[in-house]
């Protein structure tokens, strides 16, 4: 094999592990993969993302490029690690082999370690296919998991047997590879030099927990530790455990995840409140929560609401519906916030009937939402003596979807607007809205009637009789979706939901 060759083949082969798992591994990176700018900066008091391997002395004792036979360590851990420090030099990764044990007993006695590339894989099994299509699909699969033949019947190993002294020592070790070895930059891509440490795996957690995203939290580390051959494990592994992350709280198991939180959470502030309904399968169909602090907020801030329900990226694809309002500072206070299973008019009865509960029985003086039927039924009920608003913001957004050739009449869309916040008199709107009318001919739209119909919910000129705190709601409702929505996506669970930094910041911009 000519130089060349040689150099290539040893890059093949240190790419790809002795596992059998790495079309898997390659596929639920994948599912992990989010793109993210480079986090700067994260307080940190100490360096939690040390290599181990970079713990080790940088001058690694080059004896330990030859035979390893005599050396002695108390346990089968240290053998491991020995024989990885001559594997780092020699250009091979590890795998832990077989137990000797203490004849009649469960106590070892002597371990073999192997090169990765020790053995041959086993033939995969061939199952019985019934028909054609069965055939189709099980060629499909078995193309989709091709993997590198890596096994290459290497026999490079070590065996350590208790001595005397009841240390563990070397007594066998094979130098000898049949194959290629890979080059010093890039031993770190071995798997018995990849190493997910607990120090990591809490920091990984730490910086999930604040919202950080899986690729960002591993640019952080690669960037505190000088480079991605400095971290101590792949990127791929640190998707995985971003995954497992995820995979540790789903389906029931997040909503009680998520129960028992909100109790821990009421043992330290009494004040806290929190309810939950529950479906005839007795899984969580609607969730409401406000702490002590949102309801003081509530109390001085309380008379115009928001009420948003446009929101859905979570992955369960429920609602989250927060309430909201504005503070002395024109910044928006969350007075609350509902998990919601759906968009019934008994659901909102008791999310509204919850929230009324909840902060003693306050009624506000106005309500803004989107133009939702079972809302307004809700509010009706529960709410009778306020005054129910319609958004601008997701009435302008509604309303775009039905103008047709009509978008791109500046002289429509200039009266239309004029309509929604414009007019400063009733007999203003009276005269725009009827003229807008009969010079686009709209008479018959039945859209447009049954807003008119509404009037009174959002035309700024006939709402002057109740306090709306001279807010536009589609300012409240965008910064809100905004607001809540930054960190989360599809896959986020209740309790990533809930435990993401803008939930608990009561005041956002």
């Known amino acids: 094999m000519d130089q060349e060759n040689l150099e290539n083949h040893r890059e093949v082969y240190d790419v790809e592990d002795e596992d059998e798992g790495t079309s898997q591994q390659v596929m639920v990176a994948n599912q992990c993969i989010e793109e ?7 307080d940190t008091n100490h360096n939690i993302f040390e290599n181990p391997n970079n713990e080790q002395e940088e001058n690694i004792d080059k004896e330990l490029d030859g035979s390893l036979i005599g050396e002695a360590r108390k346990t089968t ?18 795998r832990k082999g077989k137990n000797r044990y203490k004849e009649g007993t469960t106590i070892v006695n002597g371990k073999y370690f192997y090169c990765s590339a020790a053995g041959i894989r086993d033939p995969p099994k061939n199952k019985e296919l019934k028909n054609e299509d069965d055939q189709s699909d099980a060629k499909k699969k078995e193309r989709r998991k091709r993997v590198m033949i890596t096994r290459t019947k290497c026999e490079a190993q070590i065996f350590a047997k208790k001595n005397e002294n009841g240390d563990f020592e070397i007594e066998k070790h094979v130098v000898v590879h049949n194959h290629p070895l890979t080059r010093e930059i890039s031993n770190y891509l071995h798997r018995s030099e990849r190493q997910m440490t607990e120090p990591k795996k809490e920091a990984i957690e ?3 927990e604040c919202g950080l995203r899986p690729m960002e939290s591993y640019r952080y580390m690669s960037t505190e530790t000088g480079g991605d051959d400095c971290v101590g494990h792949t990127m791929i592994d640190h998707l995985n455990y971003c995954y497992k992350l995820k995979m540790k709280q789903i389906d029931g198991k997040d909503s009680q995840t998520l129960v028992n939180k909100l109790y821990d959470i009421q043992s330290i502030d009494p004040e806290f409140f929190f309810r939950v309904r529950l479906n005839a399968e007795g899984k969580v169909e609607c969730l409401f929560w406000r702490d002590s602090m949102m309801r003081e907020d509530y109390k001085i801030y309380g008379d115009v609401l928001v009420f948003d329900t446009t929101f859905r990226t979570n992955k369960y694809n429920l609602i ?28 909102f009865v008791w999310v509204f009937e919850t929230f009324l509960k909840a902060m003693g029985g306050k009624h506000p003086i106005s309500i803004f939402t989107d133009q939702d039927a079972a809302i307004a039924a809700g509010i009706e009920q529960v709410f009778p003596s306020s005054r129910h608003r319609l958004c601008l913001w997701h009435l302008s957004k509604n309303a775009n979807s039905r103008f ?22 009733p007999n203003d709107f009276e005269e725009t809205w009827k003229s807008m009318i009969n010079t686009f001919k709209l008479e018959k739209d039945d859209w447009f009637n049954r807003l008119y119909g509404l009037k009174e919910k959002w035309c700024t000129a006939l709402s002057k009789d109740f306090f709306s705190a001279g807010i536009l709601s589609s300012q409240r409702s965008e910064s809100t979706n905004h607001a809540v929505g930054f960190k989360a996506n599809k896959s986020t669970t209740l309790t990533e939901f809930y435990s993401s930094k803008c939930i608990h910041d009561n005041t956002f911009s």
């Open 77 to 94: 851990d240290e053998i491991y690690d020995l024989y990885c420090k001559h594997a780092a030099i020699i250009g091979f990764s590890v």
């Open 320 to 347: 989250c519906a927060p309430f909201v309002g504005i503070n002395n500072h024109w910044k928006n206070t969350m007075f609350a916030c509902a998990f919601i299973g759906d968009e019934t008019t008994e659901s």
């Open 206 to 208: 730490a910086m999930s």
């Open 404 to 425: 047709g050739l009509l978008k791109s009449d500046k002289n429509f869309k200039n009266a239309f607007y004029k309509c929604l916040s414009g007019c400063i008199t």
């Open 36 to 42: 993210g700018s480079i986090i700067h900066s994260i």
